[in-house]
Structures are given as C-alpha cells and as structure tokens.
Nanobody, 124 residues
Framework: QVQLEESGGGSAQSGGSLTLSCAVS??????MAWFRQAPGKEREGVAGLNSNGITRYTDFAMGRFTISRDNAKNSLYLQMNNLKPEDTAMYFCAAAGQFITFQRLLRQWEYNHWGQGTQVTVSS
C-alpha cells in the first residue's frame, strides 16, 4: 500500500519561494508528479519525472519550478521560485508504477496514488 503525504505549503509573497515535499510510504513510484488545483478550476499537472530522472514541466512551471526525487529518502520535492498569485492552489503529489509515456506524464488519470494535498497561497 503506497501512501503519499505532502508538506511544505504555506503563504508566500509574490516573487518568493517555497519547497514542497512528498513523503512516500511504500515503494517510491517509477513515475511521480505534482499537480495543483485552484478553487473553481480543474486539477492540472505541474511537473513530473520518472525513475531515470526524465522530467516534464507544464508551461507555467518551466524555469520557475524544479521537481526532484530522493530515492534514499523515499521523497519527492517541488522547488518553487518566483511565485505568483496565480500559483495559489492546493498542490498534490501523485505516483504510479505502471508505464507512462513522456507525453502523458502530466495527465492525472495516469496516476493511481495521491496525497491529500498542501495549500500554497501567494499574495501580491
């Protein structure tokens, strides 16, 4: 049974930084990703990576966010820099053991394990 628990969310000023962590109990998924959901909006992919370190970022995350994993600590991270008010959302980590193509790495239905989320609020 894989369980995911996010932490590190909170409040930040525009231009600030936050680092999210996702602790995984069980086997760290071959494919892992961060998603987010703002009030009244659909959940969207932020960044994903596989066990070989191949990463994919959505356009708004490119150049500002960095996804990484530490297999020894069974953890996934999301370093977020230059935060903007539109980054305000609940952030979720997700894991999958089955094969996911690079093109599908940020599609939520590819993932079968999810955390409860951590709230990020960015003020201007």
């Amino acid at each position: 049974q894989v369980q995911l628990e996010e932490s590190g969310g909170g409040s930040a000023q525009s231009g600030g930084s936050l680092t999210l962590s996702c602790a995984v109990s069980g086997v760290l998924g071959t494919y892992m990703a961060w998603f987010r959901q703002a009030p009244g909006k659909e959940r969207e992919g932020v960044a994903g990576l596989n066990s070989n370190g191949i990463t994919r970022y959505t356009d708004f995350a490119m150049g500002r966010f960095t996804i990484s994993r530490d297999n020894a600590k069974n953890s996934l991270y999301l370093q977020m820099n230059n935060l903007k008010p539109e980054d305000t959302a609940m952030y979720f980590c997700a894991a999958a053991g089955q094969f996911i193509t690079f093109q599908r790495l940020l599609r939520q239905w590819e993932y079968n394990h999810w955390g409860q989320g951590t709230q990020v609020t960015v003020s201007s």
